[in-house]
């Protein structure tokens, strides 16, 4: 099972300050640092999830991953081309790969991943996106196709949004924004903790 609340994060320092505030589940998406940095980074962010019991993602650096001892890698479409799975499955790590479109999620599902990531529900204003917001029907579509795997919903989710994307089938939401540029991010954390587990309960 993987958590309700997942947010996406860009260095170590913001896993040192969620997780002891709650979080469960959270990935490091860290871009254009140097190997030694990088590593460093994921040791960090590592030693905090295994002291409070949560789980790290790391995205992209599958090689990373394996040999800092990790035990989950996200992975996006164009690394998913790169990247060598079954290195990841021989490592235990466990995989999340992007889908955007059906191509995709055939892609996605050849590599057996532990969830299917679904985005953008809504527009994002984090990154140029070649698709357009798959809304909360494809949703329920993505929950049928995946064939039991969790699922996660990402892209231009608020605290209410991610609640209805729960309500419509996702196992998780993800987030960047709301929880990075929120004035008080410790605070708003906890708060989509909270009411993203009530919703789960609510749906089980």
Same mark, same amino acid.
């Given at each position: 099972?993987?958590?309700?609340?997942?947010?996406?994060?860009?260095?170590?320092?913001?896993?040192?300050?969620?997780?002891?505030?709650?979080?469960?589940?959270?990935?490091?998406?860290?871009?254009?640092?140097?190997?030694?940095?990088?590593?460093?980074?994921?040791?960090?962010?590592?030693?905090?999830?295994?002291?409070?019991?949560?789980?790290?993602?790391?995205?992209?650096?599958?090689?990373?991953?394996?040999?800092?001892?990790?035990?989950?890698?996200?992975?996006?479409?164009?690394?998913?081309?790169?990247?060598?799975?079954?290195?990841?499955?021989?490592?235990?790590?466990?995989?999340?790969?992007?889908?955007? #479109?059906? %191509?995709?999620?055939?892609?996605?599902?050849?590599?057996? &991943? !532990?969830? =299917? @990531?679904?985005?953008?529900? +809504?527009?994002?204003?984090?990154?140029?996106?070649?698709?357009?917001?798959?809304?909360?029907?494809?949703?329920?579509?993505?929950?049928?196709?995946?064939?039991?795997?969790?699922?996660?919903?990402?892209?231009?989710?608020?605290?209410?949004?991610?609640?209805?994307?729960?309500?419509?089938?996702? #196992?998780? %939401?993800?987030?960047?924004?709301?929880?990075?540029?929120? &004035? !008080?991010? =410790? @605070?708003?954390?906890?708060? +989509?903790?909270?009411?993203?587990?009530?919703?789960?309960?609510?749906?089980?």
């Amino acid at each position: 099972m993987i958590d309700p609340f997942y947010p996406v994060v860009p260095d170590s320092g913001w896993v040192a300050r969620l997780v002891p505030a709650g979080t469960k589940f959270v990935q490091l998406r860290i871009k254009d640092e140097p190997d030694a940095e990088l590593r460093r980074q994921v040791r960090e962010a590592r030693d905090v999830c295994s002291k409070h019991g949560a789980d790290l993602i790391v995205n992209d650096y599958w090689q990373i991953a394996i040999d800092e001892k990790c035990t989950w890698v996200h992975l996006g479409q164009e690394d998913l081309a790169d990247a060598d799975v079954k290195a990841i499955k021989r490592a235990g790590l466990k995989l999340g790969v992007s889908t955007h #479109d059906r %191509a995709e999620l055939e892609k996605g599902l050849a590599t057996d &991943p !532990d969830y =299917v @990531a679904l985005g953008p529900i +809504w527009p994002t204003a984090l990154k140029q996106m070649p698709f357009a917001p798959q809304g909360l029907e494809r949703i329920a579509e993505w929950k049928k196709l995946i064939r039991g795997k969790p699922l996660v919903a990402i892209g231009g989710l608020t605290l209410e949004r991610a609640v209805q994307c729960l309500k419509a089938g996702a #196992d998780s %939401a993800a987030v960047v924004g709301d929880i990075v540029n929120n &004035p !008080d991010p =410790v @605070a708003q954390a906890r708060a +989509w903790i909270q009411a993203t587990r009530f919703a789960e309960r609510a749906v089980a």
